[in-house]
């Protein structure tokens, strides 16, 4: 099953797209929209195309946890998605995910002053990894007493 994830902003949502078995995020599309009922029907079309059962969202909760208003937004915008469809939305911790994307971004070209790329689809993807990371099964451990070498 893919997952879609999602960085939304008020200028562009970042986009990311899972493998089929849900191991690896990369980043897929940014929407310029700033209208939100035009960016829901692009995302309900990328749901169709790549066969997407689960969105995985990012929500900008301030430092100490609250929510505030970007994060506000954020919920107001997937309640407004989920109403559009049937694909189960789940929301995921984004702090700090834009930044993370600046760094990659900086860290991948050392030599140029300024990134023209957007982050916003590398921040998608950072967030739908972590979601992946975490829903993983852990790797099968062998134990020693069992004869097999590996983790114990």
Do not use: W
Not at 52 to 64: C, E, F, K, R, T
Not at 97 to 110: F, N, W
Request: proline share 7%; hydrophobic share 40%.
């Amino acid at each position: 099953m893919r997952i879609l994830g999602l960085d939304i902003g008020d200028r562009r949502i970042g986009v990311a797209l899972s493998d089929p078995g849900g191991i690896l995020a990369t980043p897929l599309t940014i929407l310029e929209s700033r209208n939100a009922d035009k960016n829901i029907a692009a995302i309900i079309t990328l749901l169709k195309q790549h066969e997407v059962g689960q969105i995985v969202a990012g929500i900008p909760l301030s430092m100490d946890g609250s929510i505030g208003p970007q994060a506000e937004k954020v919920q107001i915008f997937v309640e407004k998605l989920k109403q559009q469809t049937d694909v189960p939305v789940v929301l995921r911790d984004e702090r700090l995910t834009t930044y993370s994307a600046q760094v990659l971004m900086r860290e991948a070209h050392p030599k140029k002053k300024k990134i023209k790329t957007r982050d916003d689809a590398i921040a998608a993807a950072l967030i739908l990894q972590g979601y992946l990371d975490e829903i993983r099964p852990p790797p099968n451990c062998h134990s020693r007493e069992s004869g097999n070498p590996g983790l114990v």
